[in-house]
């Protein structure tokens, strides 16, 4: 009968490269989401009519 055991060396590096790559590039999907998100909302930033938006007159 034949072993199912693997004859070779363990795949530690290759899982380990994978979790980084994966990690690296979930970071990179959210960053760009932020940054995306943050710019498409700047438009609307001097549209503020809510309790948030405070008279210039008022900060000076």
Not at 22 to 42: S, Y
């Amino acid at each position: 009968m034949s072993s199912n055991a693997h004859s070779h060396g363990s795949d530690k590096g290759a899982a380990f490269a994978g979790l980084i790559g994966g990690a690296i590039f979930i970071a990179i999907v959210v960053m760009a989401l932020v940054v995306w998100t943050n710019k498409r909302f700047d438009a609307h930033e001097g549209e503020a009519h809510g309790v948030l938006a405070v008279p210039a007159a008022v900060v000076a």
